[in-house]
């Protein structure tokens, strides 16, 4: 069975730039996890989405980023306007139930890099 | 916030050796995870612990889930160079929203 699909894995862009980063969810998880990875500050979790409901976005840094879940099998992270200190791998995981600690299938990344 | 202490931050070892590293937090969390990140991929889940005081392994590897429920260990026996990566713990809380917490992981270095 196919992973999470991640897309694209490699993105490098410059500053103003608006970046979305694609993601499909294993078939069935109905749960949809986005997060960033960067030496300083770890992996931080920035959206979650339940049945392509966003349930906590806490963790979105700014207005500049946006997630969507318009369906079950797609979602998408946006920057708009991107920035230098948005550098990092950005990670998508679902989960078939997403919740009590259910284990979270992560993709490859997206190695994102803003000139 | 909730912040997981994670260490120690990096460890270079020698084939056959074991290791352990170990997250505490001043939170209690329903569900502790140890998952593994190779370079250039995803974490993939290692162990999932579910009771205070659960001890599980996993091949080489063992977990426990602190009486606590505020800190987890993960233990290597006989480190094999493929071992080489960085291990996340993750604590899960079931209230307040939904939220798994990620230690800042443990970079393992083995050399054979």
């Known amino acids: 069975d196919a992973g999470v699909i991640q897309s694209p894995r490699h993105e490098v862009t410059e500053m103003g730039q608006e970046v979305t980063l694609r993601c499909k969810p294993i078939s069935g998880h109905n749960s949809l996890f986005w997060y960033r990875q960067t030496m300083m500050r770890g992996l931080e979790l920035l959206i979650y989405f339940n049945n392509n409901v966003p349930i906590d976005d806490s963790g979105m840094p700014e207005d500049r980023f946006s997630a969507k879940m318009p369906n079950a099998s797609f979602s998408t992270l946006k920057i708009q306007p991107s920035e230098p200190r948005d550098s990092a791998v950005y990670f998508c995981a679902s989960s078939l139930l997403g919740g009590g600690g259910d284990t979270q299938y992560f993709g490859p990344g997206t190695r994102l890099t803003v000139l | 916030g909730q912040q997981l202490n994670q260490s120690p931050q990096s460890m270079f070892i020698q084939e056959g050796e074991d290791v352990s590293m170990n997250c505490t937090s001043s939170s209690i969390f329903n569900t502790w995870l140890w998952y593994k990140q190779d370079p250039g991929e995803g974490p993939v889940l290692l162990i999932a612990?579910?009771?205070?005081?659960e001890l599980t392994s996993n091949g080489r590897l063992t977990a426990q889930f602190g009486i606590t429920r505020k800190d987890s260990f993960l233990n290597i026996s006989a480190s094999i160079p493929s071992d080489v990566g960085i291990y996340f713990c993750?604590?899960?809380?079931?209230?307040?929203?939904?939220?798994?917490?990620f230690g800042a992981g443990t970079r393992l270095f083995v050399k054979a």
């Open positions: 993750a604590g899960h809380r079931n209230t307040g929203g939904f939220k798994t917490i």
């Open positions: 612990l579910y009771k205070a005081g």
